[in-house]
């Protein structure tokens, strides 16, 4: 799958990128090149750094990506906009949001400063994930190879005359820029699969599947944690008991979101020896790319596995 040269430019691309139409901004219709920044590249702007790594290097030398959340002590589902980042989007030709209520403030934004030919990519969209889905698809390996093509086939439309060059840009994020975080997912998923583990919150529930581990802890507690709502009473005695009666092998959290629910948990799975590994919601560091954190927090991952297996 991800060695395909195909793009999709199907009905799905047309729902994710939406060619915002106006009479204020610059001027030029969504098929032809759109107008350039002072740096002479497309100008580019990912509401968050997961994606907005991605974004760049796919475009390589030819656009100008930023990315708006970088801090990793930001909590994206908090986050409030300031003026610099509302002048960021309103000069941006393709804006990358994740949705599925993760960033609504980027569309606050963005309608706020209409501009003709920009094309938004909404990745919840793009997916086809209705309302309450978890909006955490960056760390769904599958998800992660659909918008590669959805930015990919934007590059495209937005400046024709490097479609072979941002082909080619795909080719080797595809094959050399995520190799070693294919190959750590083939090799945990053959040495572990069925482990049972437990995880904080919802971030971790799609990479989880992908790895083909048992995933204990209730969606239900692993969804409030992520989302800031009060964990119910049961599912609390129950998280503790896994981990007090030893019937998960690692416990998994996002260290950027410690709660004391989280905590609690944090202390009980090393009361019991239980190896404890972390994700985080966004690069960290902030320096990273998307591939090199990854990579990271899969071979902690697989460290504490074999801890935990004596392997």
């Keep these: 799958m991800f060695g395909s040269l195909l793009l999709r ?10 060619a915002v139409a106006s009479g204020c901004g610059r001027s030029g219709s969504p098929g032809a090149p759109a107008a350039r920044g002072g740096g ?5 702007v990912a509401a968050e750094n997961f994606w907005g790594s991605i974004a760049a290097q796919l475009g390589g030398g030819r656009p100008s990506v930023s990315s708006i959340i970088v801090n990793p002590d930001t909590d994206p589902h908090a986050y ?3 003026a610099r980042d509302a002048r960021a989007l309103a000069g941006a030709q393709l804006v990358i949001v994740n949705g599925l209520g993760y960033d ?11 501009l003709s030919g920009r094309l938004v990519l909404n990745v919840g969209r793009a997916l086809e994930l209705g309302a309450g889905a978890n909006p955490h ?4 390996p599958a998800h992660v190879q659909q918008i590669v093509d959805r930015i990919s086939a934007a590059y495209e439309r937005l400046d024709p005359a490097d479609t072979s060059y941002f082909a080619q840009r ?15 997912r083939r090799e945990i998923r053959a040495e572990f699969a069925g482990a049972p583990v437990g995880y904080s919150e919802s971030i971790f529930q799609p990479l989880g599947e992908d790895l083909g581990l048992r995933l204990m802890t209730p969606y239900s507690f692993a969804k409030a944690i992520a989302e ?8 609390k005695r129950l998280v503790d008991a896994q981990v007090s009666q030893r019937q998960i092998k690692v ?3 996002n260290s950027q979101n410690v709660t004391p629910d989280v905590q609690r948990v944090n202390a009980l799975a090393r009361a019991h020896n239980i190896p404890i590994a972390t994700v985080t919601e966004t690069l960290a560091p902030a320096s990273a790319s998307f591939e090199q954190w990854q990579v990271a927090q899969l071979e902690a991952l697989r460290a504490a596995l074999r801890r935990a297996t004596g392997r």
């Excluded at 795909?170 to 750590?184: E, H, I, K, N, W």
């Excluded at 800031?228 to 599912?235: C, H, I, N």
């Design 137 to 140: 698809q960056w760390y769904s």
């Design 228 to 235: 800031g709502t009060d964990v119910t009473a049961q599912d």
């Design 251 to 253: 416990w998994i959290y």
């Design 40 to 44: 002479g590249g497309l100008v580019v």
């Design 9 to 18: 430019r199907s009905a799905p691309l047309a729902l994710a990128l939406v």
């Design 80 to 82: 409030e906009p300031n």
């Design 170 to 184: 795909r080719v080797t994020f595809l094959t050399a820029g995520l190799a070693r975080y294919q190959a750590l």
């Design 104 to 114: 609504a403030w980027a569309d606050r934004l963005l309608a706020a400063s209409p």
